[in-house]
């Protein structure tokens, strides 16, 4: 059978990529510029310097994908492409530039769900990963517990009703000034910390496969606050360590009774969230005391990146799916 390649763009937040792909697992270049020293003196993503910024780069961010690929755009078979759920701005800039292409070039343009993207990215790292299995997604943007039932069918078990994790770690970074993006720094700090060290309350939400964050969110505020008020010393890796262990716990408990209650032996983490290191430890640990196989792609698949958007697209290409030039963004797209 004819090899396919899939050329993938994505631009949903602050990452330039585009990414080469051979029967889509194979991963032939993944070429990612990323926008966060720009963004870190804000403190965060400012849309409209994202979008700027991919405009400036996506010309040579193709070039470079191209050249590791070794191949030229015409070896293409289609043409990958988010569409959503991202910032509006940042994502018309890799949706116009994958559909000039398309319309340039006479190839099938393919658009993609970002969060089908970070599931995908599993199929990458893990070659004999197969549907059906349970996916946690956990990103900047999203929290979401899902039962991959068959290669682009999804049911949605529960997800967060208020704040994402990774927002979470973000804004407890913020609070405590430690940096952009918070989740790998407070990953970091609580190595050094006691992750008993503070309370912080866990969010169950009747026992359902929903999460929040929010009220743990108040909880380190208020905690940070009065700790200023009474003029007493913070031990910041004890509050990274003791908050990163109260997401994590309800993280991997929540995934764990999923999959015992549906049935499956395997759970694949997908997202920025997916990197954190206690999660991993933890999830995993949980896992192998109920028979449950934890899976999750290397970091630089974690993050956003094409590569992730290409494996995706080239399941909805074989499954037929095409899109034309009224594609448009979706800023909320949904799973
Ligand atoms: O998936 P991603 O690159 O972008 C979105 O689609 O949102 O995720 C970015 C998020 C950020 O909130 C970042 O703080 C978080 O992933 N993150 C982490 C870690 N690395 C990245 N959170 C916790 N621990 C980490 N090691
Ligand atoms: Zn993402």
């Known amino acids: 059978m004819k090899d396919i390649i899939t050329l993938s763009i994505e631009s949903s937040c602050d990452e330039t990529s585009i990414a080469v792909l051979k029967n889509g697992r194979e991963v032939l270049s993944n070429v990612v510029n990323t926008q966060i020293e720009l963004h870190k003196k804000f403190g965060g993503v400012v849309p409209e310097v994202a979008s700027r910024k991919h405009i400036e ?7 470079e994908a191209l050249k590791q690929a070794n ?17 509006a701005g940042a994502l018309l800039v890799g949706l116009s530039y994958a559909k000039a292409l ?25 070659k004999d990963l197969k549907p059906p299995f349970i996916t946690l997604i956990v990103s900047g943007g999203h929290t979401h517990l899902v039962e991959v039932k068959n290669y682009g069918e999804y049911e949605i078990l529960g997800r967060t009703r208020d704040d994402a994790s990774g927002e979470a770690f973000d804004k407890i970074a913020r ?29 169950y939400l009747d026992d359902g496969y929903d999460f929040s964050f929010s009220g743990l969110k108040s909880a380190v505020l208020n905690y940070l606050n009065a700790k200023k008020m009474k003029k007493e010393d913070i031990i910041v890796e004890d509050v990274c360590a003791s908050f990163q262990e109260a ?19 395997t759970i694949a983490l997908a997202g920025g969230v997916a990197c954190n290191s206690a999660l991993r430890e ?32 080239y399941y909805n ?6 899109d034309d030039m009224s594609l448009n963004a979706v800023p909320n797209l949904r799973i």
């Open 57 to 63: 780069n996506i010309d040579e961010v193709l070039d």
């Open 71 to 87: 191949i030229t755009l015409n070896d293409a078979d289609h043409i990958a492409v988010t569409y959503g759920p991202g910032l």
């Open 102 to 126: 398309a319309y340039t070039t006479g190839k099938p343009l393919v658009g993609v769900n970002h969060i089908e993207g970070h599931v995908s990215a599993n199929y990458i790292a893990h």
């Open 175 to 203: 609070a405590m000034e430690l940096g952009y993006p918070g989740g790998p720094i407070i990953d970091k700090l609580a190595k050094q910390g006691n992750k008993n060290a503070i309370d912080f309350p866990r969010a």
């Open 247 to 265: 997401v994590v716990e309800v993280l991997s408990n929540k995934a764990i009774k999923a999959a015992m209650e549906k049935g499956y032996n």
């Open 282 to 313: 933890k999830i995993t640990e949980l896992g192998k005391t109920k028979n449950i196989e934890i899976k999750y792609p290397p970091i630089d698949l974690c993050t956003d990146n094409a590569a992730m958007i290409g494996c995706a697209g």
């Open 317 to 322: 290409f074989i499954n037929g799916r095409r």
